[in-house]
């Protein structure tokens, strides 16, 4: 069984400019998490999709913000204008329908913006 | 508010000695509890969780972690450290009644010395 995959591994672009972050989660998953952690510090819930739909958006930082998760199946998170203090790494999980199950977690993004 | 304290940024062990990572929560109602682990440049690997039932969780690798409802704790331990242990490990809560939004600490680097 694959796992969570995310692309790109690194990415490193200018404040400013635009960034999209993708992950695929494991076949079958209904539930993808983004996470974010900064340097150092804790990591941090973004958001959660249950199939295509947002159940729970109350980490995204701002509007700069944007994901997707179209047909249920992949995601994308956008990023438009990134700032210096979007820097992190960018994780994506997934889980089965039901319980209070395990996530699974790819193996992140490395954003930098200069 | 949900949250997790890791008190510790690093932990020295020697090995063959035994090991604890601590790890102490808050959140409202009965708490669901993980622990991950991150190798370098590797996502996050679920290593156990507590739900229900007995206090003491075992997990891959021989770990195990108490929970103790009394001192909000679930500290990770192991009898024997390996240097293989080596990595970042992070606690994670979510409440049981409280939606899919799980919380992590910031994480504690285990340095095991051959």
């Known amino acids: 069984e694959a796992g969570v995959t995310q692309f790109p591994s690194h990415s490193v672009i200018e404040k400013g400019q635009t960034v999209t972050l993708r992950c695929d989660p494991i076949?079958?998953?209904?539930?993808l998490y983004w996470y974010r952690r900064v340097m150092g510090k804790e990591i941090k819930f973004l958001l959660h999709?249950?199939?295509?739909?947002?159940?729970?958006e109350s980490g995204m930082p701002n509007n700069r913000f944007l994901a997707e998760r179209t047909g249920g199946t992949y995601s994308t998170l956008k990023v438009q204008p990134a700032e210096l203090e979007d820097s992190g790494v960018y994780f994506c999980?997934?889980?089965?329908?039901?319980?209070?199950?395990?996530?699974?977690f790819g193996p992140g993004t490395r954003l930098l913006v200069l | 508010a949900q949250s997790v304290a890791q008190p510790e940024d690093q932990v020295n062990v020697a090995e063959g000695n035994p090991l604890t990572v601590k790890c102490t929560y808050s959140?409202?109602?009965?708490?669901?509890l993980f622990w991950y682990v991150q190798y370098p440049n590797r996502g996050l690997q679920f290593l156990l969780k507590?739900?229900?039932?007995?206090?003491l969780v075992k997990g891959s690798y021989g770990f195990e972690a108490e929970f103790n409802k009394s001192q909000t704790s679930f500290h990770l331990k192991k009898p024997s450290a390996l240097v293989s242990d080596s990595a970042l490990y992070f606690c994670?809560?979510?409440?049981?009644?409280?939606?899919?939004?799980?919380?992590f600490g910031a994480g504690t680097r285990l340095f095991v010395k051959a």
């Open positions: 999709f249950v199939k295509e739909s947002k159940q729970d």
């Open positions: 999980a997934s889980s089965p329908r039901t319980g209070p199950e395990t996530q699974y």
């Open positions: 994670a809560v979510r409440a049981s009644s409280g939606g899919f939004k799980t919380i």
């Open positions: 959140v409202s109602g009965n708490p669901y």
């Open positions: 507590y739900i229900t039932g007995d206090n």
């Open positions: 076949s079958g998953h209904d539930n």
